[in-house]
């Protein structure tokens, strides 16, 4: 069904991909895997026409295809659908699934009662109860993908990629996808899905093909590996805990919030949050977790209740009060809040506290800029080793790992991270949750909020579960098993 073969790519400074193939055959789930930076979406945007590649060539269904484009690879069966989701906010359900391929009447004029009702038939299949003519904008993450994997289905493809489809998608959320997958291999689709859950490449692939720094490893049936053995493939060493040790030492409270409610939305909302802790939220899709963060920086507002930060009382009207008072946030989308991606990792460390880089006359000082930028490249392993390379063009892990730096030249007191090891292969995960553990022992506090239980019980000293606005449960560390923690998150309020 698909044959890369030998395809090159190089950007200004990194050689995406050096020499690589891979071949997918009729009904395969191919598990796309690497670490951050390995390659594997650039290797999908070829395919998708979005990229050119340098030098290979590009198979379909015994076809060579001669200078792909979007447009021809969508013609020829190929949908792609990103890690970064590709809707348009302002428009409703159906017009981004059908977006330029709007069903006309006899008039000429959209046909918006037949599209409606086309969209609902796709949103039916993927068991997605969301009104068709529902704004994107009004929608959470986990839904916005849902519609996303609705649009490539609706497309007729036969080759659908997805790229980490599941990042923000609870595991109760992921298993109607999965069932959905599977019947459409029995139908002869072909899948190339990438992951950096190398539990649901078990579950779902048959099988699989390994990157490492732009480069082809191997490829072979899913039932020739196990975890360890793919990871030691992955990224060239074995790995024997993802989540590293670190003395819990917890200190008095920094932060405090009292019935916090925001009509429709948050209900009562009360905890603490300590000195050197990490305080997780766990819930499913839509339950008041992000909102909850976004209330307490004045991100969003709130109707009633109270926020006590280091002793004192406060309602952040803005989000730059919050900076300036000492939270910083990590937020669920790092491409669209988190960076600003036109822009080098310098531009983009010191942003929040430009002050630290400036005279008495308030002028910037580019070198002691660059000075502070090389030592949180070095610091946190970001790759390439360049603070002078645009953001946009690295990987999704060192890209996190740009905004967590910008935290910490910002001499932030409290963290707040939404998603945080979002999109990032295994190898960064590790490095990442090393980096927390290295601000906890300089008396940082950790709110975190994650779809991923696994994470939330390897990193947690407590964790806070929600559901419907509310908090339905807290654990403390002793306590926590996943059974326990979905038990308070599908709790009847």
Same mark, same amino acid.
């Given at each position: 069904?698909?044959?890369?073969?030998?395809?090159?790519?190089?950007?200004?400074?990194?050689?995406?991909?050096?020499?690589?193939?891979l071949?997918?055959?009729?009904?395969?789930?191919?598990?796309?895997?690497?670490?951050?930076?390995?390659?594997?979406?650039?290797?999908?945007?070829?395919?998708?026409?979005?990229?050119?590649?340098d030098?290979?060539?590009?198979?379909?269904?015994?076809?060579?295809?001669?200078?792909?484009?979007p447009?021809?690879?969508?013609?020829?069966?190929?949908?792609?659908?990103?890690?970064?989701?590709?809707?348009?906010?302002?428009l409703?359900?159906?017009?981004?699934?059908?977006?330029?391929?709007?069903?006309?009447?006899?008039?000429?004029k959209?046909?918006?009662?037949?599209?409606?009702?086309?969209?609902?038939?796709?949103?039916?299949?993927?068991?997605?109860?969301?009104?068709?003519?529902?704004?994107?904008?009004?929608?959470?993450?986990?839904?916005?993908?849902?519609?996303?994997?609705?649009?490539?289905?609706?497309?007729?493809?036969?080759?659908?990629?997805?790229?980490?489809?599941?990042?923000?998608?609870?595991?109760?959320?992921?298993?109607?996808?999965?069932?959905?997958?599977?019947?459409?291999?029995?139908?002869?689709?072909?899948?190339?899905?990438?992951?950096? #859950?190398?539990?649901?490449?078990?579950?779902?692939?048959? $099988?699989?093909t *390994?990157?490492?720094? /732009?480069?082809? +490893?191997?490829? !072979?049936p899913v039932?020739?590996?196990?975890?360890?053995?793919?990871?030691?493939?992955?990224?060239?060493?074995?790995?024997?805990?993802?989540?590293?040790?670190?003395?819990?030492?917890?200190?008095?409270?920094?932060?405090?919030?009292?019935?916090?409610?925001?009509?429709?939305?948050?209900?009562?909302?009360?905890?603490?949050?300590?000195?050197?802790?990490?305080?997780?939220?766990?819930?499913?899709?839509?339950?008041?977790?992000?909102e909850?963060? #976004?209330?307490?920086?004045?991100?969003?507002?709130?109707? $009633?209740?109270? *926020?006590?930060?280091? /002793?004192?009382? +406060?309602?952040? !009207?803005?989000?730059?009060?919050?900076?300036?008072?000492?939270?910083?946030?990590?937020?669920?989308?790092?491409?669209?809040?988190?960076?600003?991606?036109?822009?080098?990792?310098?531009?983009?460390?010191?942003?929040?506290?430009?002050?630290?880089?400036?005279?008495?006359?308030?002028?910037?000082?580019?070198?002691?800029?660059?000075?502070?930028?090389?030592?949180?490249?070095?610091?946190?392993?970001?790759?390439?080793?360049?603070?002078?390379?645009?953001?946009?063009?690295?990987?999704?892990?060192?890209?996190? $790992?740009?905004?967590?730096?910008?935290?910490?030249?910002?001499?932030?007191?409290?963290?707040?991270?939404?998603?945080?090891?979002?999109?990032?292969?295994?190898?960064?995960?590790?490095?990442?949750?090393?980096?927390?553990?290295?601000?906890?022992?300089?008396?940082?506090?950790?709110?975190?909020?994650?779809?991923?239980?696994?994470?939330?019980?390897?990193?947690?000293?407590?964790?806070?579960?929600?559901?419907?606005g509310?908090?339905?449960?807290?654990?403390?560390?002793?306590?926590?098993?996943?059974?326990?923690?979905?038990?308070?998150?599908?709790?009847?309020?």
């Amino acid at each position: 069904m698909l044959r890369m073969n030998h395809i090159s790519k190089e950007f200004p400074g990194v050689k995406a991909l050096n020499d690589v193939s891979l071949t997918v055959e009729n009904g395969d789930i191919m598990a796309l895997v690497g670490e951050n930076g390995a390659g594997k979406s650039t290797l999908m945007k070829i395919l998708s026409g979005a990229y050119e590649m340098d030098e290979g060539e590009l198979w379909i269904d015994d076809e060579k295809i001669e200078n792909p484009t979007p447009a021809k690879m969508i013609e020829k069966g190929v949908a792609v659908i990103y890690q970064e989701l590709m809707l348009l906010p302002h428009l409703s359900v159906a017009e981004n699934i059908y977006n330029g391929r709007y069903p006309k009447n006899k008039y000429g004029k959209i046909d918006y009662k037949k599209m409606n009702a086309d969209a609902k038939a796709v949103l039916d299949k993927l068991h997605l109860p969301v009104d068709p003519e529902e704004k994107v904008v009004n929608l959470s993450v986990a839904r916005r993908q849902m519609v996303e994997i609705g649009k490539a289905l609706s497309k007729d493809a036969k080759i659908i990629v997805l790229d980490e489809p599941t990042a923000v998608l609870a595991d109760s959320e992921l298993e109607g996808l999965f069932n959905l997958v599977r019947a459409l291999s029995k139908e002869g689709i072909s899948f190339v899905y990438i992951s950096h #859950r190398l539990k649901e490449v078990f579950e779902l692939c048959n $099988k699989v093909t *390994i990157l490492k720094d /732009g480069c082809f +490893v191997e490829s !072979g049936p899913v039932e020739d590996y196990d975890t360890d053995k793919l990871v030691a493939r992955m990224v060239g060493r074995v790995m024997t805990d993802i989540y590293p040790e670190r003395e819990h030492v917890i200190g008095e409270t920094v932060l405090k919030v009292e019935n916090l409610n925001r009509e429709g939305v948050l209900h009562d909302i009360s905890f603490e949050l300590h000195r050197g802790e990490i305080l997780g939220f766990a819930g499913l899709a839509g339950a008041g977790r992000t909102e909850t963060l #976004r209330a307490i920086i004045g991100a969003d507002p709130y109707e $009633k209740g109270e *926020i006590t930060y280091f /002793g004192k009382k +406060v309602k952040f !009207g803005t989000i730059k009060e919050a900076v300036d008072a000492g939270i910083g946030m990590v937020p669920e989308e790092r491409k669209l809040q988190g960076l600003h991606l036109k822009h080098n990792m310098i531009f983009n460390m010191t942003l929040p506290k430009l002050s630290k880089y400036s005279d008495k006359f308030g002028t910037i000082s580019p070198k002691q800029e660059k000075k502070v930028a090389d030592e949180y490249v070095d610091l946190l392993q970001i790759r390439p080793f360049n603070s002078e390379i645009i953001t946009t063009n690295m990987s999704g892990g060192n890209q996190q $790992k740009v905004v967590l730096a910008k935290w910490l030249a910002s001499d932030c007191k409290v963290l707040f991270v939404d998603e945080p090891t979002r999109g990032v292969d295994v190898g960064a995960k590790r490095e990442i949750y090393e980096i927390l553990n290295s601000l906890l022992k300089e008396g940082l506090s950790i709110l975190m909020v994650s779809s991923e239980l696994p994470e939330l019980i390897g990193t947690c000293d407590r964790i806070c579960v929600m559901n419907s606005g509310r908090i339905t449960g807290v654990l403390e560390r002793g306590e926590f098993t996943e059974e326990k923690i979905m038990s308070y998150a599908t709790m009847e309020v």
